[in-house]
């Protein structure tokens, strides 16, 4: 700003206005050009320390998407260490996930709700890591004791996956610890009643269930599509929540069976 009004009420108006600088007449030429060099040499700096803050940003978010996947993976590999034991497909996880988001979807959930649970619930029978082989893998009808301790494969899972601050692995937990709760209150581990069970526990309810038909166990052989199907919907407000039963009855059930590690990945 050149100026004859020296006046501080001029200064302040001009640097409202957005002037950087002052010189007063009549104009000194080496002033002037002190003043400019000052100038450009602050807006060279200040274009250094946008530079590297851009570089500085990129890095940092490089450095988390390798984290990102890193936990994805990690997550991927403690879905398949449950799976490895009584799943011959070792694809039951992936497809609870997919399943899962895709009733999240037909309840009208907003979209990173939908993404999270669909990762979490991957590891919804975690837990059956700490169950035995001979329980776990027997083919003929479990005792009552021994279904006491496949109950326990929530509380295991859940155990696992406590304690953490990430709001998947919270997720996940809450997804292991009640999967097989019920809406009428009769199922495990705590026997919660209708909306008592988290949303997503309602979700990896039905698809798990319907999934478990579908494919065949050491103690069963695989159902029908629509035979389990019609199942799911005969539990409808008995097992399972009924908004949930109904958003799953609009799937595509067939594709529900086919793989789904490549699309979770």
């Known amino acids: 700003m050149l100026t ?3 006046t501080d009420d001029a200064k302040r108006r001009a640097l409202s206005l957005g002037a950087r600088d002052f010189l007063t007449k009549p104009l000194d030429r080496i002033e002037l050009l002190l003043r400019v060099h000052n100038l450009l040499q602050v807006k060279h700096l200040q274009d250094r ?4 803050n851009t570089v500085l940003e990129d890095r940092v978010a490089d450095r988390t998407r390798h984290l990102d996947t890193a936990r994805m993976e990690i997550l991927d590999r403690l879905a398949l260490a449950a799976e490895y034991r009584d799943d011959q497909t070792q694809e039951h996880a992936w497809r609870i996930g997919r399943t899962c988001s895709l009733v999240g979807v037909g309840l009208g959930l907003p979209d990173p709700e939908v993404e999270l649970i669909a990762r979490a619930a991957t590891l919804h029978d975690l837990g059956k890591i700490g169950i035995s082989d001979s329980i776990l893998l027997k083919p003929g009808r ?3 004791d021994e279904f006491d301790v496949i109950k326990t494969h929530t509380t295991i899972g859940a155990g696992i996956l406590a304690g953490s601050h990430s709001p998947l692995m919270r997720l996940a937990e809450q997804i292991a610890l009640t999967h097989h709760e019920r ?4 199922g495990y581990p705590v026997g ?6 988290p949303l997503a526990g309602r979700i990896a309810a039905v698809s798990d269930t319907f999934d478990a038909l579908t494919h065949a166990r050491p103690y069963k052989d695989a159902w029908p599509i629509d035979a389990a199907l019609q199942e799911v919907v ?4 008995r097992q399972f929540d009924p ?6 009855c609009a799937l595509d059930h067939p594709m529900l069976l086919s793989s789904a590690r490549r699309e979770m990945t």
């Open 192 to 197: 919660l009643e209708g909306e008592e069970i």
């Open 49 to 52: 320390l946008r530079e590297y």
């Open 142 to 144: 479990l005792t009552d």
């Open 183 to 186: 809406w009428d209150g009769d």
């Open 234 to 237: 005969g539990q409808s407000g």
């Open 4 to 6: 004859a009004d020296a």
């Open 243 to 248: 908004d949930v039963v109904e958003a799953f």
